[in-house]
């Protein structure tokens, strides 16, 4: 278990000194390694060489139990987290039989992330359980077309259905009324024969995303994280063939649908570099296909006109549209957990925000916003817009959370740039609360809303994280200069700007404790249900900015469990069982799950 690997591994500690949070030792270990969002982030800092013997013990307890988030690192032994880094086994099965490769049923000995190249350790099969399984398989497909995708009939239809029950509420690629007749061009059994390659790409990475979600008994003896690893391992491959013979032909928008789908699974997975070449590889092809400037001929107002001549061209451009905003939101993670410059030019993005998945599949054209890249001017283009989608409101909310973290990167600060952030944190909480404020007092969770509650929910999250992020920045007054900084720079006598260290100095309780304790009551009333139904990313907020959201759950220790600090506050539990709800499904989940244990 976590807690015993560490305690093998850290120094001994008395409780007293491990439950008390104002305790350095605490303090430094999570400013240190935890910096914005995910521990992603933690290989990032540039402090690795300068740490004390207690940080350096943790170091190497990390890169031990959780290889996948450091680079480089192939431990020789196993342990509970081997299952991400080894290889998928597989059968070798003709095409008549209609199957697949099959991965182990031991979430031990699970089928590797497509970003994965080891292939040493290769763990034994189950013979007996695939023979079974193989049986089940010819007898179900005995007098079906083999399809292109080399993959049961049954198991198709049920995984495309699902990605549209599961995965298109936070991934709004694909238009479902017209899907069938746009990619797979005929009906019947014959529609999956004869695909073409840039139709197969995007099934195999639907189908990579919403397989963790299936109940057939296809993949009953298959960790639900492991389940779309074959289909994204397919897509890997596919990917990877098309750039070589890029020259050939131009890709097309269902090409770009796929590579977002793929790039989405990676960064589910683990960080690697290869997600980041595929997010880049994604950006280059919709700057290609002109999506940054879809709503180019449009004025710069805070509710914009439609341009389109029918209602055709419009359910067109919105699939553009929102195929631009998946490559935006890639973009905005990669770039903020590993502290990269954004890819994407925000001055020169022209594209109007999304609107309702039932406003789209109905084919009723709503005027929509330009997000402005201005940050003092875009927390309001939605205040009278028609378009009250609720992901576009979140789209918003993770515009400005994302500037304010990028605030966080840079060596000096203005004071009027900490101003306008907090200022306009308060401005868009304002108005979001006044369109939202009965229907967030008053969540429904059902399978027809489910998906307008969780943007809600997402949203308040990222107002609290923004503000979080506020108090850090006006709290982070370092004591001396940063060593990698000249001198100079700290004698000019410019009394308007301050330094900003990479490692973050605990800010006074009383200062963050009301926004990070606000993240908790969120959490209060967040269905266990329909947690794991939003986008993977975005378990990155959940222990908060800096881990602040962790260190009041941690901080309220003192007040429970008659003062015992070895014990864990009930908050912290509170945060172990949401983080275990994305772990059911999601690698990133089960990552950072880990690591708040560590902790525990």
């Not at 409780?15 to 350095?24: L, N």
């Not at 289909?231 to 649908?257: C, D, R």
Request: net charge negative; glycine share 4%.
């Amino acid at each position: 278990m976590v807690d015993t690997a560490l305690s093998s591994v850290l120094p001994t500690t008395s409780a007293q000194q491990i439950g008390d949070y104002e305790d350095p030792s605490w303090r430094n270990l999570v400013d240190t390694y935890y910096y914005s969002f995910d521990p992603m982030s933690m290989m990032q800092t540039g402090f690795v060489d300068q740490l004390s013997p207690v940080d350096q013990d943790l170091m190497d307890y990390l890169s031990e139990t959780v290889p996948n988030i450091w680079p480089g690192t192939a431990p020789e032994s196993n342990n509970h987290m081997s299952h991400l880094n080894s290889p998928p086994e597989s059968t070798v099965l003709g095409p008549s039989s209609g199957s697949i490769p099959m991965s182990s049923a031991d979430p031990a000995c699970s089928s590797a992330s497509p970003n994965d190249s080891n292939t040493e350790g290769t763990p034994s099969i189950d013979t007996n359980r695939i023979a079974n399984l193989q049986d089940h398989l010819q007898m179900a497909n005995a007098e079906l077309p083999v399809p292109t995708l080399n993959i049961p009939i049954f198991v198709i239809e049920d995984l495309i259905k699902l990605y549209f029950q599961r995965v298109q509420v936070f991934l709004p690629l694909f238009h479902q009324p017209t899907f069938h007749e746009t990619h797979l061009q005929s009906k019947g059994y014959n529609k999956y024969a004869s695909l073409e390659n840039d139709s197969v790409f995007a099934l195999y990475g639907m189908m990579a995303l919403s397989a963790r979600f299936s109940t057939l008994p296809f993949f009953e003896d298959i960790n639900f994280r492991d389940r779309g690893n074959r289909f994204a391992l397919k897509a890997q491959k596919m990917y990877h063939e098309t750039i070589l013979n890029t020259g050939q032909s131009k890709p097309s928008l269902v090409w770009l649908q796929g590579a977002i789908l793929l790039a989405y699974y990676n960064q589910s997975s683990k960080p690697s570099l290869q997600c980041d070449l595929l997010i880049s590889g994604c950006i280059r092809k919709a700057y290609d296909l002109g999506l940054h400037k879809i709503d180019e001929g449009l004025q710069f107002s805070s509710q914009a006109a439609l341009a389109e001549s029918t209602d055709e061209d419009w359910i067109s451009k919105e699939e553009r549209r929102r195929a631009w905003w998946a490559v935006w939101e890639l973009d905005s993670y990669d770039s903020i957990s590993c502290r990269h410059p954004f890819k994407i030019d925000h001055q020169r993005m022209v594209v109007l925000l999304p609107v309702s998945d039932d406003a789209w599949f109905s084919g009723m054209p709503i005027k929509s916003a330009l997000l402005r890249s201005d940050i003092l001017q875009c927390w309001k283009v939605l205040k009278d817009c028609p378009n009250q989608d609720e992901r576009a409101w979140f789209l918003i909310s993770n515009y400005i959370t994302v500037h304010a973290l990028e605030l966080c990167q840079q060596r000096f600060i203005a004071q009027k740039l900490l101003d306008d952030i907090e200022t306009v944190v308060s401005c868009f909480s304002h108005i979001f609360y006044e369109r939202f404020q009965k229907t967030c007092n008053q969540l429904v969770f059902d399978e027809a809303n489910y998906s307008k509650s969780n943007w809600l929910i997402l949203t308040r999250l990222m107002i609290q994280s923004a503000r979080i992020i506020t108090c850090i920045l006006n709290r982070r007054v370092p004591s001396e200069p940063d060593s990698a900084v000249s001198n100079e720079v700290f004698n000019t006598g410019k009394t308007h700007e301050r330094a900003v260290p990479s490692a973050i100095p605990l800010a006074d309780a009383d200062y963050w404790f009301q926004p990070a304790s606000g993240v908790l009551r969120i959490y209060q009333s967040w269905p266990p249900e329909y947690i794991g139904f939003v986008p993977p990313t975005m378990v990155s907020m959940i222990t908060g900015p800096a881990a602040m959201v962790l260190r009041c759950a941690r901080h309220l220790r003192k007040e429970q469990n008659g003062g015992d600090l070895s014990k864990p506050s009930i908050q912290e539990d509170l945060l172990v069982l949401i983080l275990s709800h994305f772990a059911r499904y999601w690698d990133i989940g089960g990552i950072l799950l880990d690591f708040v244990r560590a902790f525990r």
